[in-house]
């Protein structure tokens, strides 16, 4: 299940699993975003980016899905694996370079 | 693909000192480098944007006169936590790159602040 506040929302899934994390963004001007990974204290790593002129693109085990109508973005993961627990932000630049963040999902992976 | 390092990766201090962080462009120009803010379960709060050769541009609540941010080349910024207090530990990130794409916001490694 999901908690609020300052504490992250928790996605748990076993190994082999298909995962799907949820994303709304703010700002209908946004024209282009991302996803990142971050593992405990280090840096935000990138995952896999979308421009709004798209509603899905492709990568490797990953996808993201674009629904603008409703300010919403999704990524998923295929065969999760261990190393895929992290948490995971979306990211929407609204045309300044300036990257506003999501509050982020922790994605728990059991053996 | 572009590498950005952040140095050092973790910091203690006693408060009332000044820190410095630093933040490399490896392999490539970097005209815009982004500094941010994250406190545990949170998210990434950007503090400041800086152009090369120019001054920061601080959001808003974010003090310019505590937080020093310098930009003097294409391939360094420094962020200068100045009179550092406890409430001021947290992991600072920055980030480097020109417009556009994900290449445009590669990531430093984070730096841990403690100040006690």
């Known amino acids: 299940g999901e908690s609020v506040g300052l504490h992250l929302p928790t996605l748990s899934v076993q190994e082999g699993d298909n995962s799907i994390i949820n994303c709304a963004y703010s700002?209908?001007?946004?024209?282009?975003f991302i996803w990142y990974k971050q593992e405990s204290g280090k840096g935000p790593q990138f995952i896999i980016d979308i421009r709004s002129n798209m509603d899905k693109r492709q990568g490797q085990r990953v996808t993201v899905l674009l629904n603008k109508t409703v300010k919403h973005l999704s990524l998923q993961i295929a065969a999760t694996q261990p190393g895929d627990s992290a948490v995971y932000f979306c990211?929407?630049?609204?045309?300044?370079?300036?990257?506003?963040f999501g509050k982020g999902t922790m994605l728990l992976v059991s053996p | 693909g572009a590498v950005v390092s952040q140095h050092p990766s973790w910091v203690i201090c006693k408060s009332g000192t000044s820190v410095k962080i630093e933040c490399r462009s490896l392999?490539?120009?970097?005209?815009?480098m982004f500094w941010y803010r994250q406190f545990p379960k949170q998210s990434l709060m950007l503090m400041a944007t800086?152009?090369?050769?120019?001054?920061?541009?601080?959001e808003q609540g974010v003090e310019k006169d505590k937080f020093l941010i310098n930009h003097a080349s294409l391939t360094l910024s420094t962020l200068t936590v100045t009179s550092a207090h406890p409430e001021d530990s947290s992991f600072y990130i920055c980030?480097?790159?020109?417009?556009?794409?994900?290449?445009?916001?590669?990531f430093g490694s984070g730096t841990r602040l403690t100040v006690v």
């Open positions: 392999d490539f120009q970097a005209t815009t």
């Open positions: 990211a929407e630049n609204g045309g300044y370079s300036t990257l506003t």
């Open positions: 980030s480097a790159g020109s417009r556009g794409g994900g290449e445009g916001y590669t």
């Open positions: 800086s152009n090369e050769g120019s001054k920061a541009t601080y």
């Open positions: 700002n209908s001007a946004s024209d282009y």
